[in-house]
Every structure is written in structure tokens, then in C-alpha cells.
């Protein structure tokens, strides 16, 4: 008997082959804002308040970042055909970011896949800047701005095998509490180097080779 399969995907990076907060930085942030990065990466800073001081700096109007991001953010090539053919089957498809509902949103939209269930945090204009809002507090982990570990096991609570793919630092505690973890770049070193099982994958036609292979579609 098949698992019910319920699929969670980072987005930056994963989904896309850029990151989205990166590149809005990059044209409309503060020229200092890598080593804000830098005290986040070194635990100096915490991913709230390294995001919270990030998009502090950034002067853009809505209209200009969407602008960005359709300009500048591609997505993986193979994903827009994994998506649909995830929802012929009925397996839903939940993008889970550390990073921004406008991103999500912009990016989705652009490429003809909007709308999909997403979690993120939220960017609220204030005044000449960004204001971050972060409506998933996690009663158990301190280290995330948007902690995926807690949907990912809300899910397998309620009787989903939780496949997970991601590629960054935030998708640490996804990735210890999925059923099946898919992993690349950074996640895939830290996995490696962590004993944390994962399944090694480039693109999403590899994920889906994988679980037809253990007749999981």
C-alpha cells in the first residue's frame, strides 16, 4: 500500500536558482548587509534579527522588488512539471521558506504556478523601509527565524509521510523530522557530516525518480 505522501520544499535555492532575499539585498539593501549575514552564519546574531536588521536597510517599493524578482529569480526547470504532476496525483505540495510571502508570491506568479500552499514569514511596508513578520513562533526551537521542524512533524502527526527537500541552514530541523529527506549544497554536507539520513538530489526530476523507486508514487 502506497504512504500518503504530503511534500515540503524549501524555496530559496531549492525551488529557485537564486535566492530571493540575496538578490533584493544586493540592488536595494545596505552595502554592509554580508556582515550581518556573517553574524547570523557564526551564531553571533539570530536569524530573526539578522533578517529583521537585512530588510531594515533595503529602500524599494513593492512594485520594485516584484520587479526584481521577475527579472532576476529563475526557477529550477524541472520543478513546474514535478508540481503538476504531484497534483494529478493528489500529493500535496506545501513550499516552506525562511524567507518571504511577497518572494513566494512574485516568483509563483510569474511562472504561471500560482497559487501553492505555502508557510513564510511576512514583509509589511513601513514607511521607506520593510518591517519582518514571523507567524510561526516554535515552542521548541530558538535557532530559526521560521522553524520547518514544527510543520514538518505536525504533518507526520497527522498520518502523512513527509518527504522534505531542501538545500540551506534553515532546513536543519526539517530535515531531522521528515520521513525522507532530500538534500543538496550546504543541507547535503551538513547531513553527511551529521549522520542525519538524506537522499542526495540535483533537480526534482531525481526526487521523483527516487520515490517511484521505492513505489512511494
Not at 504561471?112 to 500552499?117: I, N
Amino acid at each position: 500500500m502506497k504512504p500518503q505522501l504530503l511534500i515540503a520544499c524549501d524555496f530559496d535555492g531549492t525551488i529557485t536558482r537564486q535566492d530571493t532575499l540575496v538578490e533584493i539585498l544586493n540592488r536595494y539593501g545596505s552595502p554592509t548587509w554580508t556582515s550581518v549575514q556573517d553574524k547570523v552564519v557564526s551564531g553571533e546574531v539570530s536569524i530573526r534579527e539578522g533578517l529583521k536588521s537585512e530588510m531594515g536597510s533595503v529602500r524599494a517599493s513593492r512594485a520594485e522588488i516584484e520587479r526584481l524578482l521577475e527579472e532576476r529569480v529563475q526557477l529550477d526547470p524541472t520543478f513546474p512539471g514535478f508540481l503538476r504532476q504531484m497534483r494529478e496525483r493528489g500529493v500535496p505540495v506545501v513550499l516552506v521558506t525562511g524567507g518571504f510571502d511577497l518572494c513566494i508570491q512574485t516568483v509563483m506568479a510569474q511562472a504561471g504556478l500560482w497559487p501553492v500552499p505555502y508557510l513564510a514569514n511576512r514583509l509589511i511596508p513601513k514607511e521607506e523601509t520593510w518591517q519582518v513578520d514571523f507567524p510561526y513562533p516554535s515552542n521548541t526551537c530558538t535557532a530559526c527565524g521560521h522553524c520547518k521542524g514544527d510543520p514538518v512533524r505536525n504533518w507526520r502527526a497527522q498520518g502523512y509521510t513527509t518527504v522534505f527537500a531542501g538545500n540551506g541552514v534553515t532546513d536543519r530541523c526539517a530535515a531531522m523530522a521528515a520521513s525522507l529527506t532530500f538534500a543538496k549544497d550546504e543541507l547535503e554536507t551538513w547531513c553527511r557530516r551529521e549522520a542525519v539520513p538524506a537522499v542526495r538530489f540535483g533537480n526534482f526530476d531525481d526526487i521523483q525518480k527516487e520515490l517511484r523507486r521505492r513505489e512511494w508514487l
